[in-house]
């Protein structure tokens, strides 16, 4: 990503834009120029500092490793360089450009993310071939034993027997089995987002708020339904017990332009978040949350996370977490344009 240059103007409208500018606030010029500096950034006031500085002392302002908050983008740290100018019509201006320094931290990471999901897809998909074997013979034996019975009260468990090992047999058979690719199909993850919603409202009861903030212009998603919402469930069902069924769940979704997963660039990517204000993530889990078997629950499993992570990796997509006391955000990053390959 080159450098971001947006001018502004002495009360703080932006005036004009660059592509990378474009980039890194996630919108077209046509969408920002003639805003404030404060409806661009969240915490515009170190910015409106400056421009005010530098237009008052006429001289260049550098300011190191701002962290800026963008209402639609993940917020990135940058060093900003302020110049003062004046127009052709002799109207001050300030000429603010901005550098990303985490980028390449970032990029580092999610790579390592992927490798990471691609691991645990090997894990799971050896995992389920060890499965598979066995329940086939359980399967068949029940059938057996079923022929055997003539009393119907005990033909109900072989009954039992049979369907729940064609459920799990189904079940591995869709995440993992070598030959089933996803059922792609145009999914709107608003309908996908509901039914969780009303699956986890059902669960946890009243006490547990589930907010929705959904961006109306997103467009289908190509993917898997049920993937999708399994992947979706699980993070969503971690907050709720997260805050032991009491607190707030929030929702949220929005399109984000020219974004890279990975190192893979995308016109455009849904991001979909799930936000709790619950007591956040322990620090001795946070990096490891999203390997198998790890668990912070004496009845946890440790597989919610990353079978999420499994499934939407074969979306060519990725999750990122992030975590404080009173904020935890799962955020879900797919792409709108991407080919899909198991
Ligand atoms: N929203 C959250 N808030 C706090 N901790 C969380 C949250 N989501 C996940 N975790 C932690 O991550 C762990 C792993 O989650 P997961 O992979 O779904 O396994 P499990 O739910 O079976 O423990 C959880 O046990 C919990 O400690
Ligand atoms: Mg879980």
Redesign the pocket.
Known sequence: MGTAVLVFDARFRLVSINQAGEVMLAHSARHVCGRRVNELVLNAETIMEQITGSLASGRVVNQRSCLLELPDAASLRVNCTFTPMTDTAGNHEVLLELRQIDHHLRVEQEERLITQQQATHELLRGLAHEIKNPLGGLRAAAQLLEREISDTGLKEFTHIIISEADRLQSLLDRMLGPNNLPNIQAVNIHDVLEHVRELVRVEAGERLLIKSDYDPGLPDLQADRDLLLQSVL??V???A???ENDGVITLRTRIQRNFNIGSHKHRLVARIE?I?N?????EE?RKQ??Y?M????S??????????QAMISRHQGLIE?S?QPGK?V?TILLPLDGKHEP
């Open positions: 699980n993070i069902r971690n907050a017990q997260a805050l799930v709790d619950g007591p956040g993530i322990k889990l949350i999203f198998p790890i668990t912070g629950r009845d946890g499993t440790g597989l919610g996370l990353s079978i999420a977490c975590s935890t799962f």
